[in-house]
């Protein structure tokens, strides 16, 4: 059965006229003299009015604040809505009316009120009273709970019979909170949710038992509640053999002597404790290795973080008109040897060519890696700048250092175009940007 708190409940929406059980008492000091409506409203009993005294309804002030601050009868400075006063003597008047209850009413289909004297509540009461009978109202409209497939529109007291009848509705369980449930299936659910009361199997009711159990709790309850339940004597590995109900426990504690089987459980637990002993004493030397272990992989592991994967510097070669001559092709100028990481390198500058044919009229760049046996994957770039930075000459590569010690540029650019007139000399001096980085090892992908 759907709860209160999922009812989905309609209000009537009503006015003061249509609900007042005398309507002569709202006399002309009730209504406002520009709409002529009631100035309050059964659900904001507030009279407002400024300070000359004129009243009118919240809703005219609010219309007319809006272009002008001043009182619609008298032309009194008015700010605002907050500013002004109340008229509690009105209001007190107005609380005390006597009303109907708006449920006593139905809606018909064209949207008009009429009163239901079938069905319709029969109340009356006064405006103040009004908030707390409509909440707890058994009168008032709701929709049935299965609102998305069944649209009956009823009131709160007709709710019970019509779930009765409505084959549509969905509810939840009353035990395991489950939602969503169709009537018509909640005893298939009930057959199979785990928190649905049912009998012990075993028949057990005894005080000290609830005779009914969650269904999930079944199995628990049969190994180590149920009363009925054959169990063993707690001495079975010390040579006692006896089976009995739960129940009996205590009477076979008393009636058989369990001195010797007792000492032989000491025994046996003592022989256990030994045996753990030893095996304690050799996971606490296995533990203190690996604690050295530990301690020697954390050293290890500062030691790679504090390295720098990645290396970046300029290389000024001076006096380069000497260095055309003192190095022909193959002869290479050689960079101080630095640190990647935990490998090292060198440049190898070749102002007039490397080894091979194709490097004739063209300088020539490498990086050369010392200790080839551990492939490395490295990313670099040489850049020889120009006095107008836009013509710097700039290569990059990504190789993998093994078989090969050294990677670059045969041809990296033109000899002949590295003069004082193309902006690649300045004051007798090449610059060479030098970027590299150690690459992460990648992984091979497995196969099958």
Request: aromatic share 10%; glycine share 4%.
């Amino acid at each position: 059965m759907a709860t209160i708190s999922q009812l989905n409940i309609t209000p009537i929406k009503f006015s003061i006229n249509e609900l007042i059980v005398d309507p002569v008492s709202l006399s002309e000091n009730f209504n406002c003299p520009i709409c002529e409506e009631c100035i309050m409203d059964v659900n904001k009993c507030e009279a407002l009015q400024c300070k000359e005294g004129h009243v009118h309804c919240r809703l005219c002030w609010m219309k007319s604040l809006e272009s002008k601050k001043e009182c619609m009868t008298c032309r009194t400075r008015v700010n605002s809505v907050d500013s002004l006063s109340k008229n509690i003597y009105l209001q007190k008047e107005f609380r005390n009316k006597k009303i109907f209850c708006p449920n006593l009413f139905k809606i018909l289909k064209s949207g008009k009120m009429e009163i239901d004297e079938k069905f319709g509540c029969k109340e009356i009461l006064k405006v103040d009273e009004l908030e707390g009978h409509v909440k707890e109202c058994q009168f008032q409209f709701i929709e049935c709970p299965n609102d998305k497939e069944c649209k009956t529109r009823l009131r709160k007291n007709q709710l019970k019979d019509h779930e009765e009848k409505c084959k549509k509705l969905k509810s939840e369980c009353e035990f395991c909170g489950e939602k969503g449930l169709v009537i018509d299936d909640i005893k298939v659910h009930y057959s199979e949710c785990e928190m649905y009361p049912i009998k012990c199997p075993q028949n057990c009711n005894s005080p000290t038992f609830n005779p009914t159990i969650e269904r999930g709790r079944i199995k628990y309850h049969i190994e180590n509640e149920c009363p009925f339940t054959v169990i063993q004597c707690k001495y079975r590995e010390a040579g006692c053999m006896y089976e009995f109900p739960r129940s009996e426990l205590l009477e076979h504690m008393k009636l058989i002597d369990h001195g010797k089987y007792m000492e032989a459980t000491i025994d046996q637990h003592i022989c256990k404790f030994e045996k753990s002993e030893k095996e304690y004493k050799k996971l606490e030397l296995e533990y203190n290795r690996l604690k050295d272990d530990f301690k020697i992989l954390q050293s290890e592991l500062k030691v790679i973080r504090e390295l720098k994967f990645n290396y970046q510097n300029k290389w000024v070669i001076t006096n380069w008109s000497q260095k055309l001559q003192d190095y022909p092709k193959p002869k290479s100028i050689e960079s101080p040897e630095f640190m990647v990481g935990n490998l090292k390198f060198k440049i190898q500058f070749y102002p007039n060519g490397g080894l091979s044919d194709e490097s004739k009229d063209f300088l020539s760049i490498y990086l050369y890696k010392f200790d080839n046996q551990i492939p490395s994957k490295v990313q670099f770039s040489f850049e020889l700048l120009n006095k107008d930075f836009t013509r710097n000459r700039k290569l990059a590569s990504t190789n993998i250092f093994h078989t090969e010690n050294k990677w670059g540029w045969r041809s990296f650019i033109n000899n002949s175009l590295v003069t004082p007139q193309t902006g690649f000399v300045i004051q007798n001096s090449v610059t060479l940007n030098i970027n590299i980085e150690i690459l992460p090892e990648e992984k091979e992908a497995f196969t099958s």
